[in-house]
């Protein structure tokens, strides 16, 4: 019943879609720009978006990309899978964020905006008297989140990090039995071989600070996507998100056709991950690559002191897929720099 009455509030009978004080007639498209407003000495922003209504009704289905600013792939996507769609051939809503975080895409940031040093990603639902990560995140929640049936969550590997293999993700505790079915169901459908399950659960809103996991706290099924590293700029990391995205659409019979389905994906439960000691300089392991498997113990790479010292050698901490290492020498102390995914039972 949820997730049928977020899509009446954002489509009224004639099949008018609004978001904003934006209005889409059923058949046709929209290229325009949310606001985020300005507040006092902190500078608004905005963020493109492209809304295709369909001409036939069906679920709306939200894609964001951009929530990191470096993380290239999935904005490139979004480009292609925008000219993809022609809305006279639509079933339903296609909302797309071509760039959710703009202060961080045109300041080149890893992480963070660079106004105010907050994570996107971490700054849901937001809050339209914060900081501009704030505000962008309360904008998000509010005119793209809350008028959705399904949204797709999509980065890559940041400026700093590579990432193997492509994966897709959603909470499979989180969000209520309904809500995870159709999350699963959605991520399966993207196509992808290797599906992540996050575990665990949120209390309130406030508490689910990640932008997928605010969507399905708010009823809306959500699923994540990975794929790209590195700031590169490569149609092997930009087509499966392409693909996927049409996939979805299928599944949900937005569009024509019939979803490429894996025949036996990996199921990864859970994660293990190591995080910085110190400040100082990272050099991977040349013997090790991300999507290798990897035992418990195997030496990853150094750290050393900005003057080659050997500070440490960071090891495996888990048995299972290596997600994600870091990839560039900078390191801080608390960054992330090894995830390793425990393959399910």
């Given at each position: ?88 051939e639509l079933a339903g809503t296609l909302v797309i964020v071509h760039i959710a975080n703009m202060p961080a895409f045109t ?145 949900l019979e937005m569009i024509a056709g019939e979803p490429y389905l894996p025949t036996n994906p990996l199921f990864i439960n859970d994660r293990a991950r190591i995080y910085s000691e110190h400040n100082g300089i990272w050099y991977a392991d040349p ?59």
């Amino acid at each position: 019943m949820l997730l049928i009455s977020i899509n009446v509030k954002a489509q009224n009978d004639s099949g008018v879609f609004y978001i904003a004080d934006i209005e889409v007639n059923a058949g046709e498209t929209y290229r325009g720009f949310l606001e985020v407003p300005a507040m006092q000495n902190d500078p608004g922003t905005v963020i493109p978006i492209t809304i295709h209504n369909g001409s036939s009704p069906g679920p709306t289905l939200s894609l964001i990309a951009g929530i990191h600013g470096s993380e290239y792939s999935p904005i490139l996507s979004m480009q292609k899978v925008s000219e993809l769609i022609d809305p006279t051939e639509l079933a339903g809503t296609l909302v797309i964020v071509h760039i959710a975080n703009m202060p961080a895409f045109t300041g080149r940031t890893i992480y963070f905006g660079p106004q105010d040093r907050k994570n996107l990603n971490r700054s849901f639902p937001g809050d339209l008297e914060g900081t501009v990560t704030e505000r962008v995140a309360h904008v998000l929640t509010t005119e793209i989140i809350d008028k959705s049936d399904y949204m797709l969550d999509i980065h890559s590997g940041d400026a700093n990090e590579s990432l193997r293999p492509s994966y897709s993700a959603y909470y499979a505790e989180a969000g209520g039995k309904e809500v995870i079915a159709e999350s699963r169901r959605i991520a399966i459908a993207f196509g992808l071989e290797t599906i992540v399950q996050f575990a665990g659960d949120y209390d309130s809103l406030d508490e689910a600070i990640y932008t997928s996991a605010q969507a399905v706290k708010r009823g809306v099924a959500s699923m994540d996507v990975e794929s790209g590293e590195l700031g590169m700029i490569d149609d092997s990391y930009i087509n499966p998100i392409t693909n996927g995205v049409l996939n979805v659409m299928r599944e949900l019979e937005m569009i024509a056709g019939e979803p490429y389905l894996p025949t036996n994906p990996l199921f990864i439960n859970d994660r293990a991950r190591i995080y910085s000691e110190h400040n100082g300089i990272w050099y991977a392991d040349p013997l090790v690559k991300t999507g290798d498997y990897v035992s418990e113990g195997t030496a990853l790479g150094v750290i050393t002191d900005y003057h080659g010292n050997e500070l440490e050698t960071v090891r495996a901490p888990a048995s299972g897929v290596l997600l994600i290492l870091f990839g560039t020498p900078p390191v801080n102390e608390g960054d992330n720099i090894v995830v390793v995914g425990k393959v399910m039972n």
